[in-house]
C-alpha cells in the first residue's frame, strides 16, 4: 500500500528510520490525508484497536470509535479551537480490540506542504489505559478529573510509576514537574468558581499542547498539575512553558493573567520511588514560590540527603535535651592577684551513649539557627540554677558564667524568661548568674541587645563579654555596653609569648578595659608563663587549662579543696 510516509520523505537513512519509528512505535500512529480519512496506520495501532489498514482506510477517526471524551459546550468550543491549530492534543476514549472502551490521549499534528496547504495529520494514540486490569473495570471518574479530563492523582501514580520502570529498562530520562497557579486562590474569589473552572479547563487545554508524544499532564489539586515528561527535561522547555503560561487566557470575553511556579524533580537523577518523586516535585515547586513565583526550581538530592542528615541530628539532639544527655562541666576562673577563685564558666558536653562525651563544636553547629537554640539555653541556664541551689546547701559560693547563643539573647522574651526561671529558684540571688554574650553578637543588632541586657542586668544579672577582640567593636560600642567583665579570646592568649601582633592585641584590649574601668579576664591561660606575663600587663582575673580543666560538678569539690595548694600559681600573688 502506497504511503504518505513513503512518498513524501526523502529517499534514504532517514526515510529508514521515518519507517521504522512507524513500524516500531509503542503509540499507535494514524496517518490521515487533508480530510481527516485515514491513509495508514502502524502495527501498534492494529495491535491496539484489533482492526487492520482494510478495515479503516478511507474512514474518519470516529467512523472506528475514537471519540472525544466530553462532548459538552466548552469541549466542542476547544475542538474548534484545535482545529485552527496545528498541534493539539485531546484526551479520547476508543474501542479496543476487546470491543471495550479504553482512556486514551490523542495528539493531533497537522503537516503542512511547502505552499502552506494541509498535506496530511499525524495523529498518535497512547494508551491511557495501560494501568493496571484490575483498574480497566472502574468508572472513569476513578481516574479523570472531571473538570479537565486530565488523569488525576490516582491515574498520575500508576503513570509515574509505570514511567520509572520504562525508563529503567531502556536508560531513559524521566521528569516530573509539580505545577501551580500562582495566586489562582485571588482569581477565583475575584471572578467566580465558574470563571475559575473554566480558566482551569482552558488553561489545561493550552498545556497539553506543550507536551510530546506520551507525556502526561494530570490535575492532582485545584489549581495544581502534575507533568510527567519523557522527552523534555531541559532549563528551554520550562522556560517556554511559563512563558506559554503568561499569555492571556480569555473567558466569557476577559483576558486573564497567570503566572505559575514549577518545580521539577528528574529520574534516575533523583532515584527515588513514585510517591517520593511527586513530593520532591512538590517540595522543589515550594522553593519556586519562595524565590518569587513564576519561576521553575529543580530539585536536588544532594542537598535534600543534607538537610534530611540535618534533620535526624536536630531530632536527635532533642532526645539528647529530653532524656538528660547532656551535661555541664564546670571551669574555674580566679585572680591571679590574690590566688582566690571568683567563679566558674559552665561549658556544654554531650554524654553522648555510643560516641563518648561530645565537645560544644561537635554539636552546637547542628542546632545553630533554629528554635533548638532557645531550648538548649533555658536548660543550661536552668542547670546553673539547680547547681547553685545545690552548692549554696553545700556551703560553696561559686558564680556561675553561662554562655548565651546570639539568637537567644536576641530573642523576644529572653528577659521574660530569665526572670520566670530565676523565680523558680528563689534561695540564689540573680547576681551569682552572669551570662557571657559573643561580642559579635551583641555588635549583631547592638539595640536589641542593649535593650533585653538592660533588662536583665535590672533583675540583678550580670554579662560579660566573650570572646573579646575577634568582633571588630567599635569603642562607642564597648562604652555603651553594659558588660561587668571583658574576657579576653584565648586566641590572642595563647600565642601572646611567641607573636608580637597577638601580644598587641591583649595589650590594646586590656588598655581598653583599663580605660572603661571594666574588669577583664584572660581565657586560655595554660602557662604559668602566659599569667606572669598577663599580670605585668595588668590582667588580673583568668580561666585556662594552667589553672583547670572544665570538669564535671562532682569533682569541684575536690579542685577547690587542692587549689590552695598550688604553690606555684599562688606565688604569683607576691609577685605583685
Ligand atoms: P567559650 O565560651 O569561649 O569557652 C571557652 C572554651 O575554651 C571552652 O571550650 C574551654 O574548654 C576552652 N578552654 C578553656 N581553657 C582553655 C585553655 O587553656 N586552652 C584551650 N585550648 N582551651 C581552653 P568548650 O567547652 O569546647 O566550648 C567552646 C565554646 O562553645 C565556648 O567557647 C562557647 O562559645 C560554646 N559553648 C560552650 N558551652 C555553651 C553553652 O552552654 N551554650 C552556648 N550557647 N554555647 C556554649
Ligand atoms: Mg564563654
Ligand atoms: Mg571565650
Not at 502495527?43 to 467512523?63: D, R
Not at 564535671?552 to 575536690?558: F, L, Q, Y
Amino acid at each position: 500500500m502506497s504511503t504518505i510516509l513513503t512518498s513524501k520523505t526523502t529517499p534514504g537513512a532517514p526515510l529508514l528510520r521515518a519507517e521504522s519509528a512507524f513500524n516500531f512505535a509503542n503509540e499507535a500512529i494514524i496517518i490521515t490525508d487533508a480530510n481527516g480519512c485515514v491513509a495508514d496506520v502502524n502495527p501498534a495501532f492494529c495491535e491496539l484497536t484489533g482492526l487492520c489498514l482494510e478495515e479503516v482506510y478511507g474512514q474518519s477517526l470516529e467512523a472506528f470509535s475514537i471519540l472525544s471524551l466530553d462532548d459538552s459546550r466548552t469541549t466542542r468550543f476547544m475542538r474548534e479551537q484545535q482545529q485552527l491549530r496545528d498541534r493539539s492534543k485531546c484526551q479520547v476514549s476508543y474501542r479496543s480490540h476487546d470491543g471495550q472502551f479504553y482512556p486514551g490521549m490523542m495528539s493531533i499534528n497537522r503537516v503542512r506542504n511547502a505552499q502552506g496547504q494541509v498535506d496530511h495529520h499525524v495523529v498518535v494514540l497512547a494508551d491511557l489505559s495501560a494501568i493496571p486490569a484490575h483498574a480497566r473495570h472502574l468508572k472513569r471518574e476513578v481516574f479523570f478529573d472531571a473538570l479537565t479530563g486530565l488523569p488525576n492523582l490516582q491515574l498520575l501514580t500508576q503513570l509515574i510509576q509505570e514511567s520509572i520502570q520504562h525508563a529503567e529498562a531502556k536508560q531513559l530520562p524521566l521528569a516530573i514537574c509539580s505545577l501551580d497557579i500562582d495566586h489562582f486562590q485571588t482569581v477565583n474569589e475575584q471572578l467566580g468558581a465558574h470563571v475559575g473552572d473554566s480558566l482551569l479547563s482552558t488553561f489545561a487545554q493550552r498545556i497539553s499542547h506543550l507536551l510530546f508524544g506520551d507525556d502526561v499532564l494530570a490535575r492532582v489539586g485545584g489549581d495544581e498539575f502534575v507533568l510527567l515528561l519523557h522527552h523534555s527535561d531541559d532549563e528551554h522547555f520550562f522556560e517556554k512553558l511559563l512563558a506559554t503560561i503568561r499569555k492571556p487566557l480569555v473567558i466569557d470575553g476577559q483576558s486573564i493573567y497567570l503566572t505559575a511556579s514549577l518545580g521539577i524533580t528528574r529520574y534516575p537523577n533523583d532515584h527515588s520511588q513514585g510517591d517520593v518523586l511527586l513530593r520532591h516535585a512538590h517540595q522543589a515547586m515550594y522553593r519556586a514560590k519562595q524565590r518569587g513565583r513564576d519561576t521553575y526550581h529543580f530539585f536536588d538530592p544532594t542537598q535534600d540527603r543534607l538537610l534530611q542528615v540535618r534533620h535526624e541530628q536536630r531530632q536527635r539532639f532533642m532526645d539528647a535535651l529530653n532524656h538528660n544527655e547532656l551535661r555541664l562541666f564546670y571551669q574555674p576562673q580566679v585572680d591571679m592577684a590574690n590566688g582566690r577563685v571568683v567563679g566558674v564558666e559552665a561549658l556544654i558536653r554531650w554524654q553522648h551513649p555510643d560516641e563518648g562525651l561530645l565537645s560544644p563544636a561537635q554539636f552546637l553547629p547542628i542546632i545553630d539557627a533554629t528554635p533548638l537554640e532557645v531550648d538548649l539555653g533555658e536548660w543550661v541556664i536552668e542547670q546553673a540554677l539547680q547547681q547553685l541551689t545545690e552548692w549554696q546547701k553545700a556551703g560553696i559560693v561559686l558564680p556561675i558564667n553561662v554562655n548565651i547563643s546570639p539568637a537567644h539573647l536576641l530573642g523576644k522574651e529572653f528577659s521574660e524568661r530569665l526572670a520566670e526561671l530565676l523565680a523558680s529558684y528563689p534561695t540564689v540571688a540573680p547576681a551569682m548568674l552572669k551570662l557571657e554574650v559573643l561580642e559579635s553578637a551583641a555588635m549583631h543588632d547592638i539595640q536589641a541587645a542593649l535593650k533585653n541586657m538592660a533588662r536583665c542586668q535590672a533583675l540583678g544579672v550580670g554579662f560579660a563579654i566573650d570572646d573579646f577582640g575577634t568582633g571588630f567593636s567599635s569603642l562607642t560600642h564597648l562604652r555603651q555596653l553594659p558588660v561587668n567583665l571583658i574576657k579576653i579570646d584565648q586566641s590572642f592568649v595563647r600565642d601572646m609569648l611567641s607573636d608580637q601582633d597577638d601580644m598587641a592585641i591583649v595589650e590594646s584590649v586590656i588598655y581598653m578595659a583599663n580605660r572603661f574601668k571594666r574588669p577583664m579576664l584572660a581565657e586560655g591561660v595554660e602557662t604559668l608563663a602566659h599569667a606572669k606575663a598577663l599580670m605585668a600587663l595588668g590582667c588580673e582575673l583568668a580561666q585556662g587549662y594552667g589553672i583547670a580543666r572544665p570538669m564535671p560538678p562532682c569533682d569541684m569539690p575536690a579542685w577547690l579543696e587542692g587549689w590552695p595548694q598550688r604553690s606555684d600559681w599562688h606565688s604569683l600573688a607576691t609577685l605583685q
